[in-house]
């Protein structure tokens, strides 16, 4: 049974932006993350949010932002300056506790279906 479902991701070129968005509609969870995966790759921790903080892989510091409304329980990731090498599959993930390692994929037991994220130079 699918409790997080993403949305938000499409085609942009190089530099430009998108924001993703996961809607939650059945629990309000401890932890939130993000996650992505490109073909022939492993999935990777990309952003988590937790206790008001939040955590970002190297690769993305500085360029993606992410967030959450707790009245819409929805999570969001900002993504700006956007290079061909965020090209991947985008997952929201969830959990009821806090993360020792909250880019860690094994930290989280709810999953969305994912969204495509594709970047053209």
């Known amino acids: 049974q699918v409790d997080l479902v993403e949305s938000g991701g499409g085609s942009v070129q190089a530099g430009g932006s998108l924001r993703l968005s996961c809607v939650a509609s059945?629990?309000?969870?401890?932890?939130y993350g993000w996650f992505r995966q490109a073909p022939g790759k492993e999935r990777e921790g990309v952003a988590a949010?937790?206790?008001?903080?939040?955590r970002y892989a190297d690769s993305v510091q500085g360029r993606f932002t992410i967030s959450r409304d707790n009245a819409k329980n929805t999570l969001y990731l900002q993504m700006n300056s956007l290079k061909p090498e965020d090209t991947a599959m985008y997952y929201c993930?969830?959990?009821?506790?806090?993360?020792?390692?909250?880019?860690?994929?094994?930290?989280?037991?709810?999953w969305g279906q994912g969204t495509q994220v594709t970047v053209s130079s």
């Open positions: 993930a969830a959990d009821h506790h806090p993360p020792q390692w909250p880019l860690s994929q094994h930290e989280y037991d709810n």
């Open positions: 059945k629990r309000i969870y401890t932890s």
């Open positions: 949010l937790y206790s008001g903080v939040a």
